[in-house]
T-cell receptor
Framework: GNSVTQMEGPVTLSEEAFLTINCTYTATGYPSLFWYVQYPGEGLQLLLK?????DKGSNKGFEATYRKETTSFHLEKGSVQVSDSAVYFCALSEGRDDKIIFGKGTRLHILP | NAGVTQTPKFQVLKTGQSMTLQCAQD?????MYWYRQDPGMGLRLIYY???????DKGEVPNGYNVSRLNKREFSLRLESAAPSQTSVYFC????????????FGNGTRLTVT
């Protein structure tokens, strides 16, 4: 079945550091890929998405490129801020059914 | 625009008690979902409904039932709560099509003692 694997956390960085959170997936078809962010005490909200190979999703300085050859969708940001501290989830959705599969989440701490 | 509304926000139950978690969306979405979130486990799908009148099991359906009352509302029922059901529950919805993103409610924190 479909699955998503993302790097274990927590990840702790200093402000203005470069961020990478790895995400790889397994799917039998051609999924759409998503990154969601969860701030403390809130539900998840969409950060960015990509729907086909080589697409790049971007939002709020975050980027992720859909790499079919490596089945990856790594999240990157060039210069993180304290306000980026949150939990980040990678997810996939495939056309055969209506399920969305999530990774286990990566907690990010940014130190001032 | 309210989006996805969940009630209650917090609930404490004793083992064996029953309760229903309510969820409503005002975005005219076809699909609705219930997830649970546990530390170190990410989000796990309990049940989902691809359209009004249909429901399907997700990854962890045991101990739960759902009702898609109409297009707006999708409730989750615990008939006999167990401590293993202590979790944060999220309802979500999305429009038709696998490219569409999920819209989440703010969650219900349930404790079963």
């Amino acid at each position: 079945g479909n699955s998503v694997t993302q790097m274990e956390g927590p990840v702790t960085l200093s402000e203005e550091a470069f961020l990478t959170i790895n995400c790889t997936y397994t799917a039998t078809g051609y999924p759409s890929l998503f990154w969601y962010v969860q701030y403390p005490g809130e539900g998840l909200q969409l950060l960015l998405k990509a729907t086909k190979a080589d697409d790049k999703g971007s939002n709020k300085g975050f980027e992720a490129t859909y790499r079919k050859e490596t089945t990856s969708f790594h999240l990157e940001k060039g210069s993180v801020q304290v306000s980026d501290s949150a939990v980040y989830f990678c997810a996939l959705s495939e056309g055969r059914d209506d399920k969305i599969i999530f990774g286990k989440g990566t907690r990010l701490h940014i130190l001032p | 625009n309210a989006g996805v509304t969940q009630t209650p926000k917090f609930q404490v139950l004793k083992t064996g008690q029953s309760m229903t978690l309510q969820c409503a969306q005002d975005m005219n979405h076809n699909s609705m979902y219930w997830y649970r979130q546990d530390p170190g486990m990410g989000l796990r799908l309990i049940y989902y409904s691809a359209s009004e009148g249909t429901t399907d099991k997700g990854e962890v359906p045991n101990g739960y039932n759902v009702s898609r009352l109409n297009k707006r509302e999708f409730s989750l029922r615990l008939e006999s709560a167990a401590p293993s059901q202590t979790s944060v529950y999220f309802c979500a919805s999305r429009s038709r099509g696998y490219n569409s993103p999920l819209h989440f409610g703010n969650g219900t924190r349930l404790t079963v003692t």
